[in-house]
């Protein structure tokens, strides 16, 4: 049996297209990865990572990748406040097999809401709203803390990733 040649590929410059194409940034958000840490626990690696080979849906296809160790291990990112009065904060995370359970404070204030950082497979988690905070000294500081593991998680278990933080009017 004959088989029909393969058709011809096109350039690799335009195959490569596709892999070049700009990162997707949510509007307005502040990217974690470029912000500033202001605080965290002694043994917590943090860096930023670059996530266009794992997938799409996160803002600029990167997250601040962090390597917690423990139960309370935690840490601090500060974000830039453009203007005075209370705003919602919206954290857009990470979910992957090896993630951790977190709570969240802001500017020392608990969140009402965590994050079980558990997905079978590495995916953005969507908005995640902390609530109403007012800024101190023209930023807000964002605290994500472990609290826990869900049993389904493997490796590492305490790892956790942090995305993008958009503020909302009240």
Not at 21 to 36: F, M, Q, T, V
Not at 94 to 120: H, I, Q, S, W
Not at 126 to 145: N, Q, S, T
């Amino acid at each position: 049996m004959k088989t029909a040649p393969f058709p011809k590929l096109p350039a690799l410059a335009e195959r490569l297209r596709a892999a070049r194409r700009p990162a997707a940034k949510i509007a307005g958000a502040h990217e974690c990865e470029s912000l500033a840490i202001v605080d965290r626990t002694p043994v917590t690696v943090a860096a930023a990572q670059d996530l266009r080979g794992i997938g799409t849906g996160w803002s600029g296809d990167a997250q601040l990748f962090v390597q917690a160790k423990r139960v309370g291990d935690f840490l601090e990112i500060a974000i830039p406040a453009k203007e005075p009065g209370a705003r919602k904060v919206v954290l857009h995370a990470t979910r992957a097999p090896d993630y951790a359970m977190l709570r969240f404070t802001v500017n020392g204030k608990a969140a009402e809401v965590t994050c079980d950082g558990y997905a079978a497979k590495p995916a953005p988690t969507g908005p995640i709203h902390l609530g109403a905070h007012e800024p101190k000294d023209g930023k807000f500081v964002l605290r994500a803390e472990v609290v826990g593991t869900n049993p389904a998680s493997t490796g590492s278990r305490y790892f956790f990733g942090l995305d993008a933080v958009l503020f909302e009017k009240p």
